[in-house]
């Protein structure tokens, strides 16, 4: 079968279904980049819509931090205290900086939740915090893994709890916050960090148009595997009839000689 599948017309059949294959992949991975790109869309749209609520009512001090919490918006109230860290080698908007990270003394429990305040570019210096009580909002985060950063005084390779509750010497929520408003609000602008959005998956109606692209792509391969097949079945059918049809036996000479006779 092989010798039938390495034949020019074979060959050329080959070359289509492989155009057919990569067209067809390549529908897939767009279909599924749209599946993945709606799915973000709603998480965003979701995000925005849901209401805040009471740090205290979802999550507690030295507690693991609940998946479903990430990108949660909730509200603390609370002061600002001592202690504020950069963490460096961050970007916003493609700017190169730090993020400004600070401690924050939940009123109702005396724990403290890390507050990321907002970004300040390279060079530039990140003021102290606001005094006094405040409420603040924004959206949760669970605390991110050991990184390897050069850091100086003051700053903080990421925003991992394990190490804060060494800097700070606190009881501390095992998570930290993406500042968006504060009551009362102050004069200070530093850009503000968006809270990430957790992970949104896919949007399956999108995924299972991506899957029936690949089905039509390995349909394609199919279909030139089983014309090969065929193609083989009948180049082997076809000396076995040219010889089993029979030409007629030769009329010995003897015989006709003696029929002329008669």
Do not use: C
Request: no cysteine.
């Amino acid at each position: 079968m092989l010798r039938t599948a390495l034949t020019p017309r074979y060959l050329g059949l080959l070359g289509v279904a492989l155009v057919v294959v990569l067209a067809f992949t390549w529908l897939g991975r767009w279909q599924l980049g749209v599946a993945e790109g709606r799915a973000q869309q709603e998480a965003v749209e979701e995000a925005r819509a849901a209401r805040p609520v009471a740090l205290t009512d979802v999550l507690t001090p030295n507690a693991a931090f609940p998946g479903e919490l990430s990108s949660r918006p909730v509200l603390a109230t609370g002061a600002y205290t001592d202690g504020q860290l950069l963490v460096p080698e961050r970007r916003l908007d493609g700017v190169a900086g730090s993020w400004v990270l600070t401690p924050f003394v939940v009123e109702d429990t005396g724990a403290t939740l890390p507050v990321l305040r907002g970004f300040v570019a390279e060079g530039e210096v990140a003021g102290p915090p606001p005094d006094g009580r405040r409420t603040i909002e924004g959206g949760l985060a669970p605390p991110e893994g050991a990184a390897p950063v050069e850091t100086g005084p003051g700053e903080i390779g990421s925003v991992d709890t394990a190490v804060l509750v060494n800097e700070w010497s606190v009881q501390l929520y095992n998570g930290f916050l993406f500042l968006d408003r504060e009551d009362p609000a102050t004069g200070e602008q530093l850009a503000k960090v968006p809270t990430p959005l957790g992970p949104s998956g896919v949007t399956w109606r999108n995924a299972a148009y991506a899957v029936q692209w690949w089905v039509f792509a390995l349909f394609a391969l199919w279909m030139w595997w089983r014309m090969v097949r065929e193609g083989h079945r009948r180049a082997e059918e076809e000396p076995s009839t040219h010889h089993g049809t029979a030409a007629p036996p030769p009329v010995a000479s003897g015989e006709n000689g003696a029929r002329e006779h008669r």
